[in-house]
């Protein structure tokens, strides 16, 4: 009997203390939330500033959409599809929902049309004449994942959905890629990112880097073709999560992404900060290269070299510039992955704001945009502005928020107009002593209340 109780006495023990620690893990993941949002703000270039608009009835919180403005109806933007997670990760799923924010007016309105594409994210669309070209995208669930590479046509005027089925040789199945529209007539598809099983729990991923026309039929209305091209000049590396762009010449602006190298047992993920342009009418990729301040011009015209490798302006002596800081972490996944990831982000400007429009008047040190996936780019009065992105370490997204500018036609130098700050991604710096002791802590029955940490779950959850 004794040793039966004692038996008995240790199961209970084990069971409190795997209670603990997994209330310890809840804990700490929860400093890893993920929030979605389905606000909306505008940016007056003039003002310099945000301004967050409330419109009522909005599409749920959503992230990896597309959205598309058209000049119908006095302006419209376009939404669809995306995907959504709880805070806690419980619940995931992908929308495959249409909305249209109609300007004129400022109201949203959900466009409810069959025969639509399924649910997804990572899809791109663009606006072709009087419709929606949608292509791509993955879906994923649990138990498995799907990638696409079927195309969609949503006809503005009569709000219906038509599947296309296009001659040719298409893209593989894929998500990320580059979709854009050509002064020609027709759509661009570059690049993009895509994952096959090769075993059981074991996925490889590809980073695509072939390039596709999809043009329509002369003479056959709603016929499509493929056609596979080879464009000439420096093509960009492989990538995928990279943001585009139309310039004032037509030509299509390509910016930064990642490119994943995979071996058996680690991941490293390289974020890029490079800029491309596309001529559609040549079929040449060109490197985007800054030329710099005119400040540098006149000295280099009185014989001043620059310092090798500046980006910008050289740093006088005195002046108290600070280096961009480079975070380099290891992180190890629950499954034994190793990540390696390297980031770089400015450092904060002394000099203040651009007071200017010109960036030879911004008084600012010659920054570029840290690397990072997935930002926002829209060009305006022949000026490329650049808005946030991403970067992972390991299971960890860290989200930018910084606000950049560049001068299309003098190629001189980026503006910063919100900077970012390296003080907030200081987690990257925690050791892993720090989480052990918080695993001990949980370990040796750290009290905390389980009720009150259930209602705060189900508050997150229902916000």
């Known amino acids: 009997m004794g040793k039966k109780g004692k038996k008995e006495k240790k199961g209970r023990g084990a069971e409190k203390t795997a209670a603990k620690m997994e209330k310890k893990v809840s804990k700490r993941s929860r400093k890893e ?28 919180r959503r992230c990896a ?17 995306g995907e959504f997670a709880s805070p806690d990760g419980e619940q995931f799923y992908h929308y495959k929902d249409l909305w249209v924010l109609h300007l004129a007016t400022k109201t949203w309105e959900q466009v409810r049309s069959p025969g639509g594409p399924s649910g997804r994210s990572g899809h791109r669309m663009v606006a072709w004449k009087r419709q929606l070209i949608l292509f791509g995208g993955f879906h994923e669930s649990t138990r498995d994942y799907i990638y696409y590479n079927d195309v969609y046509a949503f006809n503005l005027d009569t709000l219906t959905w038509t599947k296309l089925s296009p001659s040719g040789t298409g893209p593989t199945p894929r998500s990320g890629c580059q979709m854009s529209v050509t002064p020609q007539g027709s759509v661009v598809i570059y690049g993009g990112y895509s994952k096959q099983r090769v075993r ?55 910016f930064g992404g990642v490119c994943d190298e995979e071996e058996e047992e680690s991941l490293q993920g390289n974020f890029l900060n490079d800029l491309y342009f596309y001529d559609p009418a040549r079929n040449r990729w060109f490197l985007g290269q800054l ?42 996944s629950e499954d034994g992955t190793v990540v390696t990831i390297k980031q770089a982000l400015p450092a904060p400007s002394s000099a203040g704001r651009p007071p200017g429009d010109s960036p030879e008047e911004a008084g600012v040190p010659a920054l570029e945009p840290s690397p990072r996936s997935n930002a926002m780019l829209a060009v305006k009065h022949g000026r490329l502005y650049l808005y946030g992105g991403m970067f992972e370490a390991g299971d960890r997204q860290v989200t930018l928020s910084d606000l950049y500018c560049l001068d299309l036609h003098r190629m001189e130098q980026w503006m910063v107009l919100v900077e970012a700050d390296p003080e907030t991604q200081e987690w990257l710096e925690e050791t892993d002593s720090e989480e052990d002791s918080d695993e001990a802590e949980g370990a040796e029955g750290g009290g905390e209340n389980e009720d009150d940490e259930d209602e705060d779950e189900d508050e997150e959850d229902g916000g």
Do not use: C
């Open 33 to 60: 939330e993920t929030f979605l949002y389905n606000e909306l703000y505008i940016y007056n270039i003039r003002k310099d500033a945000w301004a967050k608009v409330d419109i009522p009835n909005p599409p749920p």
């Open 291 to 332: 030329k710099g301040p005119k400040a540098e011009k006149k000295r280099r015209r009185r014989g001043r070299r620059a310092e090798p490798g500046a980006a910008g302006e050289p740093e006088e002596a005195g002046t108290g510039a600070r280096e961009p800081l480079e975070v380099v972490r290891e992180v190890v």
């Open 65 to 81: 959409h597309q959205a598309v403005v058209v000049p119908q109806g006095g302006g419209q933007l376009w939404v669809f599809g």
């Open 200 to 254: 059981k729990d074991v996925d490889r991923g590809t980073q695509h880097a072939d390039m596709f026309l999809l043009k329509p039929e002369e003479g056959r209305e709603g016929k499509w073709v493929w056609i596979r091209i080879n464009p000439s000049g420096t093509k960009p590396t492989p990538r995928s999560g990279f943001s585009v762009a139309v310039a004032p010449n037509l030509q299509t602006l390509l």
